[in-house]
């Protein structure tokens, strides 16, 4: 066969007419893709489904009675996991048809498989890629105890065996960088060939593409795979060239396609054992057939061969064949033998034993008092060391220096397998630049001390190489020995050394144990690093040459840990140089923790550290926050810290003393608010603002009565429960008390009155008067109406221009008080302006005031008029214990500052803006998003089941904040139906960042949970 036949093309009236003839089967005819075969879908009028197969008959006819025969047998063996023969009424399985211009064409009519092809499925879960390695196992093992006799197959380019012909065929159609890949896989399969061949052979499928697999719900709601067609490539070869075919074709599309090949081929060891040889050669099995499947499909185009089934799988191949190549082939291959339970590298159990076993020389002198030696926390949560937040290399130095001193240590370990979050250059990116996780986890152990202190060989060898690898963040001068062992040859890697001390090295020189080989250097000469040797052990090259990775991404650090085994088996420090990730905690936290404090996301993350917009886990993945308003002006923002640690260290008491900050704060506050609000009580938090508030409307009313919004949110003591309608009347909840009405929610997307309605705002607002009538009949005196400028539990809500000012006079014309819970958007959030109650032109009488102000340190306030102060002011002392304290007020005063210095209401008003465009950009080609709404860096997403019914679909917006999880994006959903992506992130929030998301999440609606929800259950 060869890539320019082309499948039949006979008419569909003859096929209609031979169906009938020779089968007795009616019904209409749809044509569906072939790559050699021309083939139908027959629907009868009953509704039964058949797949009509006309080959042509060039197709040598004992290779399709051998195919006939054996999906008639397998059909049966594999549980109809391969769909059956229908038999011919003459009892054929294969009819041969003569048309009208004396042509031969062969007939065969298939059961019909009901499914997805895999090919469709996205995304392709863990579980279905395992349930396809399982499938195969049990396919490779029937078709294994089959006889192996298929008829020989003469110029059969799809076989396996071909890759390398094909490839070498193709090189001269193809450009430059994609000749480069092909060569190298070209190289990779002609080296592993002896391999390979000298496995056993059995029949094969030869062809279990994604188009020939198909994928359907089971008993309990999973996609799994539910039949294999086309068995017209099936020939005899070695049963792991099925295994790699499902591979390179499963592994389409994926995010980590090796994360991918590794789940598949746990499924299939887990159902029939592998040997090692054959998951060696694995990985350039399934690299050669997508470079066969690239190199078919640019002859194809060479030959001016244009159909699109033909060319189908193209740019996704040869995407995934340069993420493959991208791995070290080690590492890649590692990956699978760790999914079958083996270790990464086949040497390093023995070479471990040996090391145990040996004694080596000191590589620095170990100072004799222990107590001189110790390990410098550089973990990403390291509170102390956490070295490059900015890029200077003498403060990161004087810092691990200092703490050397501080702690009596003469020398300092880093450990081995630590997390860090300090590796900021290009060359420590993740996998093709992936931005959930970069090059983190270090290989080696890290001794910190005195540059120029003298480094020894700890065992004899000879010198491999002496190299500088200069660019910045390297390890600049750089050694790598190569040593014996019974397992082999190994290597000892030693970086960041003085040049001057590593001059006189020559790769080949022997070097005996114990000998002086060189000196610790100083930066930046060093890579620009503290001054400290990098010790790393080495069980396998991986042609890289002078240099070795130093550190790994986290999903594949066991996998390194393997190839790279403890360096202390040779330093021998008497430490715990290895890092231990913490474990545990989500039980610990269970046992003290009160149970309805709940944790975001179905698999919780560990946060540790944050900076910016950024938040970093335990393994110092990043994640992109767009939900935290808290951290307003970024994560740990060093102006902020600095401040607080600054006054902590001088002074922090209570307001009943003389204090500048707190009456410069006030002022700052004051003048950002309109006339007559200027008079600022200070407290802990959001909660304790509006309790505050609401006393004091009560005292200056006299009244009790509080009309509140339906959604609305304003904190956790009993008191606000009582007037939150999201928590009242939500799970758990119990009635309000009588003096609470609830006025209805100015919901424009869904709400009682819409858009299409010109008087909603006044409507919505007459709600809010209705509400004080209801009180007033009952007894209930007004005092105040509580509401969010623009609502956030309610569902990222704005409500229509003209609502809060009209709102307010009804609630004034009923006597009571207007407090504006500015909780959520005020500080310059909206873009427009400081506060919401702004952006409808209203003016409260009471302003509440929390989360962002402190950027995380618990602060909040009340602002009002001097009016109500003074009436609060009845003779009972108002005091919070905290509320106003020199450390909570110069943390403050920084957010104002940086607020203004960064311009970052600016920031919010364009950057919030060209997100809103684009999310509605996304609205307009992803029908289940409703609406889009808010402004500034306050904004929501609103997910519907359909625009027309406007239910809302919880589960979609449960779905995309947990696939964006995944993909290194945090969102919460809220909304009293849970149905509404909110999204304020810290108003450090770039425009790239905003892309980010958009790109993102346009990606995971296209998946079929969202986009075909008939297909996949979430949570697989
Ligand atoms: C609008 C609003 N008001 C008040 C509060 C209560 O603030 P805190 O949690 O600081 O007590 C919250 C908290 O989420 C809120 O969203």
């Known amino acids: 066969m060869t890539y320019l036949q082309e499948p039949p093309k006979l008419s569909e009236s003859e096929v209609s007419y031979s169906v009938q003839e020779y089968y007795g089967l009616e019904g209409t005819l749809h044509p569906l893709p072939g790559d050699r075969d021309q083939n139908f879908l027959l629907k009868s009028p009953e509704g039964q489904k058949h797949v009509v197969k006309v080959s042509s008959l060039d197709e040598v006819q004992e290779i399709l009675e051998f195919e006939t025969e054996m999906i008639t047998r397998l059909s049966n063996d594999t549980n109809g996991l391969i769909p059956s023969v229908i038999p011919a009424i003459s009892g054929t399985s294969l009819v041969t048809h003569e048309n009208e211009q004396g042509h031969h064409y062969q007939l065969r009519i298939l059961e019909f498989l009901p499914g997805t092809l895999l090919a469709e499925i996205n995304p392709r879960s863990d579980a279905l890629l395992m349930n396809l390695g399982e499938r195969m196992a049990e396919l490779g093992s029937v078709l294994g105890a089959y006889p192996d006799h298929p008829p020989p197959r003469i110029n059969f380019e799809w076989a396996l065996g071909q890759a390398g012909n094909i490839m070498e065929k193709s090189l001269s159609v193809l450009d430059s960088p994609r000749r480069a890949l092909i060569e190298l896989t070209l190289k990779d399969f002609r080296d592993n060939e002896r391999e390979f061949l000298g496995l056993g052979s059995q029949i094969i499928h030869g062809d279990v593409n994604d188009h020939n697999v198909l994928v359907s719900l089971n008993?309990?709601?999973?996609?799994?795979?539910?039949?294999?067609?086309?068995?017209?490539?099936?020939?005899?070869?070695?049963?792991?060239?099925?295994?790699?075919?499902?591979i390179a074709y499963g592994i389409l599309g994926t995010a980590?396609?090796?994360?991918?090949?590794?789940?598949?081929?746990?499924?299939?060891?887990?159902?029939?054992?592998l040997l090692e040889i054959e998951i060696n050669v694995l990985l350039t099995l399934v690299c050669a057939r997508l470079g066969q499947s690239v190199c078919i499909a640019s002859l194809r185009r060479h030959h001016g061969d244009t159909d699109p089934y033909h060319l189908i799988s193209e740019a996704d191949a040869w995407k995934t064949l340069s993420l493959l190549a991208a791995i070290p082939r080690q590492i890649s291959s590692g990956t699978l033998r760790q999914a079958c339970g083996l270790e990464a590298c086949s040497q390093s159990a023995q070479l471990r034993k040996w090391l145990v076993?040996?004694?080596?020389?000191?590589?620095?002198?170990?100072?004799?008092?222990?107590?001189?030696?110790?390990?410098?926390d550089l973990s990403i949560s390291s509170p102390e060391l956490t070295g490059r937040d900015s890029d200077d290399t003498a403060d990161f130095s004087n810092r691990v220096f200092q703490k050397m001193r501080s702690d009596g240590?003469?020398?300092?370990?880093?450990?081995?397998?630590?997390?860090?979050?300090?590796?900021?250059?290009?060359?420590?990116?993740?996998?093709?630049?992936?931005?959930l996780e970069r090059r983190t986890i270090h290989l080696g152990i890290d001794v910190f001390q005195e540059p120029g202190t003298e480094i020894h060989a700890p065992l004899a060898g000879r010198v491999h190489t002496v190299r500088d690898n200069k660019n910045r963040l390297d390890y600049g001068p750089t050694v790598i020995l190569e040593h014996s062992a019974p397992s082999g040859l190994f290597w000892t890697l030693y970086g960041h050394l003085e040049k001057a001390s590593v001059e006189n090295l020559k790769t080949g020189d022997s070097i005996d144990a114990g000998q002086p080989i060189a000196r610790i250097g100083t930066y930046p000469e060093n890579g620009d690093w503290p001054p400290h040797l990098h010790f790393q052990i080495i069980t396998d090259l991986m042609g890289f040459e002078g240099n070795f990775p130093g550190v790994a991404v986290p999903r594949d650090r066991t996998?390194?840990?393997?190839?790279?085994?403890?360096?202390?088996?040779?330093?021998?420090?008497?430490?715990?140089t290895t890092y231990e990730e913490p474990?545990?905690?989500?039980?610990?936290?269970?046992?003290?923790?009160?149970?309805?404090?709940?944790?975001?996301?179905?698999?919780?993350?560990?946060?540790?550290?944050?900076?910016?917009?950024?938040?970093?886990?335990?393994?110092?993945?990043?994640?992109?926050?767009?939900?935290?308003?808290?951290?307003?002006?970024?994560?740990?923002?060093?102006?902020?810290?600095?401040?607080?640690?600054?006054?902590?260290?001088?002074?922090?008491?209570?307001?009943?003393?003389?204090h500048g900050a707190i009456i410069e704060y006030a002022e700052r506050l004051s003048k950002l608010f309109p006339e007559p609000l200027s008079v600022c009580l200070f407290v802990n938090s959001g909660s304790e603002a509006n309790e505050l508030a609401l006393r004091m409307a009560r005292t200056y009313t006299g009244g009790t009565g509080i009309a509140v919004l339906e959604g609305g949110y304003h904190g956790n003591t009993r008191g606000l429960i009582d007037v939150s309608h999201y928590k009242f009347a939500g799970s758990g909840g119990h009635a309000p008390p009588s003096w609470t009405r609830t006025a209805l929610v100015p919901d424009e997307f869904r709400g009682r009155y819409r858009r299409d309605d010109p008087s909603r705002a006044t409507l919505y607002a007459a709600d809010v008067g209705e509400a004080f009538r209801q009180l007033d009949s009952e007894g209930h005196h007004p005092a105040a109406f509580l509401s969010e400028s623009l609502l956030s539990c309610a569902g990222q809500i704005e409500p229509p221009q003209g609502y809060l000012t009209a709102a307010y006079e009804h609630a004034r014309a009923a006597g009571a008080l207007c407090?504006?819970?500015?909780?959520?958007?005020?500080?310059?959030?909206?873009g427009s302006?400081?506060?919401?109650?702004?952006?409808?032109?209203?003016?409260?009488?009471?302003?509440?005031?929390?989360?962002?102000?402190?950027?995380?340190?618990?602060?909040?306030?009340?602002?009002?008029?001097?009016?109500?102060?003074?009436?609060?002011?009845?003779g009972m002392e108002f005091f919070s214990s905290f509320g106003g304290n020199p450390v909570s007020t110069v943390i403050a005063i920084a957010v104002l500052d940086i607020l203004k210095d960064e311009k970052l209401q600016d920031n919010a008003m364009t950057v919030g803006a060209a997100l809103k465009t684009g999310l509605d950009t996304l609205m307009r080609s992803h029908g289940c998003i409703g609406d889009v709404r808010g402004r500034g860096l306050f904004l929501g997403v609103e997910f519907v089941n359909s625009r027309e019914a406007l239910a809302p679909a919880p589960d979609i917006a449960h779905y995309v904040v947990e696939h964006l999880k995944k993909r290194g994006i945090l969102l919460g959903s809220d909304g009293p139906d849970h149905n509404v992506i909110k999204i304020k992130p810290p108003m450090s929030f770039s425009g790239s960042d905003a892309d980010r998301v958009i790109n993102e999440l346009d990606q995971v609606l296209v998946h079929d949970f969202v986009h075909d929800r008939s297909l996949i259950q979430p949570k697989d």
């Open 583 to 658: 474990s545990g905690l989500y039980e610990r936290r269970k046992r003290v923790l009160s149970p309805n404090l709940s944790l975001s996301y179905e698999t919780p993350v560990h946060i540790v550290r944050g900076k910016g917009s950024y938040l970093f886990d335990v393994l110092g993945r990043s994640y992109l926050d767009c939900v935290n308003n808290i951290a307003h002006v970024g994560h740990e923002h060093p102006h902020v810290v600095a401040a607080g640690q600054q006054q902590m260290g001088v002074l922090n008491t209570n307001s009943r003393y003389l």
């Open 256 to 273: 980590d396609p090796l994360l991918a090949a590794s789940e598949i081929t746990r499924g299939y060891y887990a159902e029939q054992p």
């Open 819 to 830: 407090i504006a819970d500015e909780v959520q958007v005020g500080f310059g959030r909206l």
């Open 219 to 246: 008993e309990e709601n999973h996609a799994r795979i539910s039949g294999i067609i086309d068995l017209g490539d099936a020939h005899s070869a070695p049963r792991v060239f099925d295994l790699a075919i499902a």
């Open 559 to 576: 996998v390194w840990e393997s190839f790279c085994p403890d360096p202390n088996l040779i330093l021998n420090l008497p430490l715990e």
């Open 833 to 874: 302006h400081m506060w919401g109650f702004e952006t409808q032109g209203a003016l409260p009488d009471i302003v509440t005031l929390g989360k962002p102000m402190g950027n995380g340190h618990p602060i909040g306030a009340v602002v009002t008029t001097r009016e109500i102060a003074e009436a609060f002011d009845n």
């Open 409 to 435: 240590l003469t020398l300092g370990i880093g450990r081995f397998m630590e997390p860090r979050g300090f590796y900021l250059a290009d060359e420590f990116e993740g996998r093709s630049g992936d931005p």
């Open 357 to 376: 076993s040996e004694d080596f020389k000191d590589v620095i002198a170990v100072p004799e008092n222990p107590n001189a030696l110790g390990i410098l």
